[in-house]
């Protein structure tokens, strides 16, 4: 049996979606001064053969991988208020999710 890998070389871009319901359907407000939390697109360019890349999943679609300078775009909550910025994973644990 043969393995077959595909590698998507140049500029990529993945996007990371953690929780959409939970993000979408609801409306999040800020632990700190309880402002309206709004969605605000994060990206980063990364190279899969810089040290950092290791915190980045670089798989892409069919099996594949990515390789040289990817893309990653993913969503964080800005407090419309404050201005303070919020991961998903840090509303949820305070939200209790």
Not at 42 to 64: H, L, M, Q, T
Request: proline content about 4%.
């Amino acid at each position: 049996m043969k393995l077959k890998f595909k590698f998507w070389f140049g500029n990529s871009t993945k996007h990371i979606i953690d929780n959409p319901i939970w993000l979408y359907t609801k409306k999040h407000y800020c632990p700190e001064c309880r402002g309206e939390l709004r969605r605000v697109d994060i990206s980063k360019v990364v190279n899969s053969k810089s040290p950092e890349a290791r915190d980045y999943d670089f798989s892409a679609p069919g099996g594949g991988f990515y390789h040289g300078n990817v893309k990653f775009i993913w969503t964080e909550l800005r407090c419309s208020r404050c201005g303070k910025q919020y991961t998903v994973k840090e509303i949820k644990k305070r939200e209790n999710y």
